[in-house]
């Protein structure tokens, strides 16, 4: 069991905005960045959010992350077939001393 | 080209050892701080180890510490995942992934090599 917490689906269809969250503690998210990952079927994860909120170069602005307390969130607007993933955070957690993710997120564009 | 390539996998037998290899291209490898992701199969991802550029400083998650170490040859452009005392649980594909310091986050990731650990 992840100490990330998310949850294991989400669904849209296309043209849609979905929220992917991720909840965690004081000792990660409520003290450091969130990260997200997407990962395409039969792929290795890709970087798509990194310090809570910025966007690597080539990533759509259809993507954006936000980070309250200790949550996360991630919110994908306009959706696409093609965003049809699985999707994961991570954080660094002070008091393991481990990075941590989530346990994954598979969203699916109906 | 940035990338990595991770290699090694393969069938092993519990209790078995393992070294997986991670070559570096594209970039000055020891200026990047570098990490093994892994992901058994239809599961989510699972941190497992960390070094920095020299070398000097690891980390290591609880469920492979004291079976696994990390290494690198800044002169080979090279990452290593030495595994001992192999479990069935251990099966997965690792990957190899490149940090960007300022930023903290896993830019770069390999395409994975599969371990199966199994008698």
């Known amino acids: 069991q992840s100490v990330l917490t998310q949850s294991p689906s989400a669904s849209g269809t296309p043209g849609q905005r979905v929220t992917i969250s991720c909840s965690g503690s004081?000792?990660?998210?409520?003290?450091?960045?969130v990260f997200w990952y997407q990962q395409l079927p039969g792929t290795a994860p890709k970087l798509l959010i990194y310090?809570?909120?910025q966007r690597p170069s080539g990533v759509p602005d259809r993507f954006s992350g936000s980070k309250s307390g200790t949550s996360a969130s991630l919110a994908i607007s306009g959706l696409r077939s093609e965003d049809e993933a699985n999707y994961y955070c991570?954080?660094?957690?002070?008091?393991?001393?481990?990075?941590?993710f989530g346990g994954g997120t598979k969203l699916t564009v109906l | 080209e940035v990338q990595l390539v991770e290699s090694g996998g393969g069938l092993v037998q519990p209790g078995g050892s393992l070294r997986l290899s991670c070559a570096a291209s594209?970039?000055?490898?020891?200026?990047?701080?570098m990490h093994w992701v892994r992901q058994a199969p239809g599961k989510g991802l699972e941190w497992l180890s960390y070094?920095?550029?020299?070398?000097?400083?690891?980390y290591y998650a609880d469920s492979v510490k004291g079976r696994f170490t990390i290494s690198r040859d800044n002169a080979k452009n090279s990452l290593y995942l030495h595994m001992s005392g192999l479990k069935a649980e251990d099966t997965a594909v690792y990957f190899c992934?490149?940090?960007?310091?300022?930023?903290?986050?896993?830019?770069?990731w390999g395409q994975g090599t599969m371990v199966t650990v199994s008698s």
């Open positions: 004081s000792s990660n998210i409520g003290s450091d960045y």
């Open positions: 070094i920095t550029g020299s070398g000097n400083i690891i």
């Open positions: 310090m809570n909120n």
């Open positions: 991570a954080a660094w957690d002070d008091s393991m001393r481990n990075w941590l």
């Open positions: 992934v490149r940090e960007l310091a300022e930023e903290d986050a896993f830019d770069i």
């Open positions: 594209g970039f000055t490898f020891s200026n990047y701080e």
